[in-house]
Structure formats: structure tokens, C-alpha cells
């Protein structure tokens, strides 16, 4: 679907790049939500608008969505000098785990460069400088709300210094995650719980605290329906004192085991921030999540709604201290999605006087992407549908 100009810069594009930029950001899509890079696509244009070649960056030691690009059109035989590059993210200027993107524009003699957001990331940042020193036509950003949809986990990541933070619960409609003998097997439906598992599989860490780790045992792995593992697995982040069993499932197959010996949930994630964590996904227990939301450090809020009451056992959220309606921890709802029959409630933390445009999660149905153009890669193999995931899981 074209995207509608919604301000000058973007209105000032020709037809052709403000169709380019939609692809681009259509490509981006296609690379993966995990992983210490944001997704960026690009697309090279002819002087006509006639799209000559395309690429995204498939994650972290690959490829960026440029220099992706300016291979696909090579591989084609395509000479890709005079050409018209349109990309989600302004160009990077720096050697990380590749080398500088604004220097490979240069060397391929890329003559316009277009893109939708400023570059954040002060290691990073200083391509179209570096492009328009070198005499290349640099127009952007045109298109920041949109830009920093696409990339809003990384964007928090890189501007908060500590990673963006997704809180889920899954409850009665009392608010409770277990009855008063401890059986919560299972409160939500199946379908809550295959979309709890495919936002496991995006998200570069699950947190819980050990009161949950040994009163569950959970794996907290992101699991195909056939119980076989996805590719992408989280690092499994268990937060407090105590040591975890030999036997405890947490050993087994999945992600990396990571214990964080505190009860801060700042400390939990500038220990995770140094580790180039993104996302990270809290799943429990109500005192873990309590601690979390007292420190104002949850960025949206997943709630998976049972039709079903219970009456009494414990609720998904810890004590916060509240002893007034006047102190309530307020949220905006951003979207609201039927899961069989529960209901998927995802929310931002409200601020007075202020309409927060943070956009949702990761919901179904995903997009379909668009058919490949000339020189554009083929998109990754889409993940499997997944299954399982409660607050109390195995």
C-alpha cells in the first residue's frame, strides 16, 4: 500500500522515490526484530524512478541494507554509478562488524541519497555529512514518524542506553495467573499462547525473577508447535540471589543462561545493555513485574485476557504501593487483538496531558510482503507459527 505524504519533506520527493521508500520500508520488514542492529532497507533507483536493484539487512555481521543493494545490482549486472539511493536509515559512517555504509555509496558513485531518519547512534551517525562533503545529493530525514516506527526498540535502546521493555501477563479477567491451589494450567487459549511464542522468537532476551524460575522450572525457549525449537533463541535472564538446581530446565536446550544477582531492574538491564540486548521481554513472576513498573522502566505492556474467574490467587502484578485511586498507574491503550477467545490488550504507559504514539507489538496477522522487484533478494523462509507460553509454563 503507498504511504501518504504527511509532510514537506516528503511531499518534495518525486513520485518515484516516495514509492522507493515505501518498499524500502517493506524490505526493512523483512529482516529480523532480534539482534543488535535495527532493519533498514533500501532500494537504487535509475534517473527515470525506474527501481534497479534492492536489499535489507538480515542481521547483525551481514550485509547492510546499501551495500546489500549495491550487491544485488552488481550480481545483475547492473552499474549502479548515477544512481538513486533510498533507504530507511541514513547511511552509517562508521567499521563495526562491516564496514561504513556512506563509504560504499561513495565508492559504487551513488549520486542522490534520500532516507526517512536521522541516525541516532553517535558511533554511528555522520553519513549524510560525509556524503554531502563528498558532493552527493543528500536529502533526508523525510519521513522520522514512520522511520522510528520501524525501529522503535533499537531507537529506545540506543537513546535510553538500556534496553526497550515489554511486560506481559497473562490473566484471568480478575487479574489473576493461577488459583488458589497454584494450578494455572492453562488460563489463556492456545492462540494466546502460539503469539505469546512468536514474540519470544523476536525479542533478544526473556526476563524472570527466581521465584518464578523455581517454582515453574520453565525452559522460557521460544518453541515451534511441534515442540522443536525456533532458530532464534532468546538469552534466558533470571533475576535475584538464589542459585537455580542442576536439574532445572532452564539448563537445558534454548538460549543462553544468564543470572543477574540483584533485585534492581536497572542493574538487570545496564547488564544487559552492555551485552547489546534490544528487547527484552519480562514474563514474571508479580514480583519481578511489580519492580519493574515502581521504576517506571516498562516501554509497552502485553495482556493476554481469559474469560474466566477465579476469585482468588494471585494476581499478575505485585504490590506497587498504591494506596489511592489518585496514584493508579495509568496506561493508553494502543491496539487490542481477539486470540481465539481471549483478547490481547497492548498498552504504553500513559502520560498526563500527552497522547503517547508508541506503536504496538508484534500481533497477527503478519504482513504479507511485497513480490521481489528486479535484483531484490528473496525474503527469508517466514518463521513457523508458534505454541506455548503462559506466565506459569514448562
Known amino acids: 500500500m503507498a504511504h501518504e505524504p504527511r509532510d514537506g519533506a516528503l511531499l518534495a520527493l518525486a513520485p518515484a522515490e516516495r514509492t522507493a521508500l515505501d518498499r524500502a520500508f517493506e524490505l526493512a520488514r523483512l529482516g529480523p526484530a532480534h539482534g543488535p542492529n535495527p532493519r533498514v532497507g533500501c532500494v537504487l533507483l535509475a534517473d527515470d524512478g525506474t527501481e534497479l536493484a534492492s536489499g535489507f539487512h538480515r542481521g547483525a555481521g551481514t550485509a547492510h541494507a546499501e551495500a546489500a543493494a549495491l550487491d544485488n545490482a552488481r550480481a545483475h549486472g547492473i552499474d549502479p554509478r548515477g544512481t538513486t539511493a533510498v533507504v530507511t536509515l541514513e547511511p ?5 562488524r562491516t564496514g561504513p555504509c556512506s563509504e560504499a555509496l561513495l565508492a559504487a558513485g551513488v549520486r542522490r541519497v534520500v532516507f526517512a531518519l536521522a541516525d541516532p547512534n553517535a558511533p554511528a551517525s555522520g553519513g549524510a555529512a560525509r556524503l554531502r562533503a563528498a558532493g552527493v545529493d543528500v536529502v ?8 522510528r516506527q520501524l525501529v522503535r526498540t533499537w531507537l529506545t535502546a540506543v537513546e535510553q542506553h538500556r534496553p526497550f521493555v515489554t511486560l506481559k501477563t497473562a490473566t484471568t479477567l480478575d487479574g489473576r495467573v493461577a488459583a488458589a491451589d497454584g494450578s494455572s494450567r492453562w488460563i489463556t487459549s492456545p492462540e494466546s499462547r502460539a503469539h505469546a511464542h512468536t514474540v519470544r522468537a523476536q525479542v533478544d532476551a526473556i ?3 527466581t521465584g518464578t524460575a523455581l517454582t515453574d522450572d520453565p525452559s522460557l525457549t521460544a518453541r515451534a508447535p511441534d515442540g522443536t525449537l525456533h532458530t532464534h533463541q532468546p538469552l534466558r535472564v ?4 538464589r542459585d537455580l538446581p542442576a536439574g532445572a530446565a532452564l539448563h537445558g536446550p534454548g538460549g543462553e543462561l544468564v543470572q543477574v544477582r540483584t533485585h534492581d531492574p ?5 547488564t544487559l545493555d552492555a551485552r547489546e540486548v534490544r528487547h527484552v521481554l519480562v514474563e514474571g513472576g508479580p514480583t519481578l513485574a511489580a519492580a519493574f513498573v515502581r521504576a517506571g522502566l516498562v516501554d509497552e505492556l502485553h495482556a493476554y485476557l481469559a474469560p474466566v474467574l477465579l476469585g482468588a490467587g494471585p494476581s499478575a502484578i505485585g504490590d ?6 489518585d496514584h493508579a498507574v495509568r496506561w ?10 481471549d483478547v490481547l490488550l497492548v498498552a504504553a504507559p500513559a502520560k498526563p496531558g500527552t497522547t503517547k504514539t508508541v506503536p504496538p507489538g508484534p500481533a497477527p496477522p503478519a504482513p504479507t510482503p511485497a513480490p521481489p522487484a528486479r535484483a531484490t533478494p528473496p525474503p527469508e523462509a517466514p518463521r513457523p507459527p508458534a505454541a506455548h507460553a503462559e506466565t506459569h509454563e514448562s
Do not use: K, W, Y
Not at 552509517?92 to 563495526?96: D, I, K, P, S, V
Open 92 to 96: 552509517c559512517n562508521h567499521a563495526g
Open 140 to 147: 533526508g530525514p523525510v519521513d522520522e514518524a514512520r522511520g
Open 207 to 209: 526476563v524472570v525473577g
Open 238 to 241: 533470571v533475576v535475584g540471589h
Open 266 to 270: 536497572a542493574e538487570v538491564l545496564a
Open 320 to 325: 506497587l504501593a498504591i494506596t489511592s485511586i
Open 332 to 341: 493508553e491503550t494502543l491496539e487490542t487483538h481477539r486470540l481465539g477467545p
